[in-house]
């Protein structure tokens, strides 16, 4: 069950933590878009302009979880970037297989693992500081 939008100085710093880290992807996605592009699976249409598109989401979600005048729009922006970190998640995949199957890889098992057991976390933390959820915070009634 959603909260109240409040949770507290932690959730606060998290929130603009995390705002911070899209919106510095985002402006990546916009200004430096050759590298995602080709990490992007070969199956995805359009892979500049899915690229881009991803930038300009990144940026509008970043801004909405910061805002301080709607919550509404921050649980939209939490839920949304939820929704984007579940959506580049085969991106991510594919540039660990591609990465792993050099003979030399450029990040190696060290960076993709762990960018792997994040994928969830940014889930979770999106959520969490969109005032989404409150799990495992909540208080549980008895």
């Known amino acids: ?22 919106l510095v992807a985002g402006v990546f996605h916009l200004v430096r878009p050759v590298p995602f592009v080709t990490v ?15 930038g300009v989401a990144e940026l509008a979600g970043a801004i909405a979880l910061v805002q301080p ?14 929704l984007y970190a579940v959506c580049v998640f085969p991106a991510n995949i594919n540039h660990m297989m591609m990465d792993m199957a050099r003979s030399l890889p450029d990040l190696g098992w060290a960076y993709h693992v762990p960018r792997m057991f994040a994928q969830p976390l940014l889930v979770w933390l999106a959520l969490w500081v969109g005032s989404v959820i409150e799990w495992p915070f909540s208080r549980r009634s008895s």
């Open 1 to 22: 069950m959603a909260g109240n939008g409040t949770g507290g100085p932690v959730r606060a710093a998290l929130r603009w933590l995390l705002a911070l880290f899209y």
């Open 40 to 54: 992007t699976p070969g199956w995805v249409p359009m892979p500049l302009e899915v690229v881009l598109a991803t």
């Open 69 to 82: 005048w709607s919550l509404p729009l921050r649980r939209a922006a939490g839920i949304g970037l939820a």
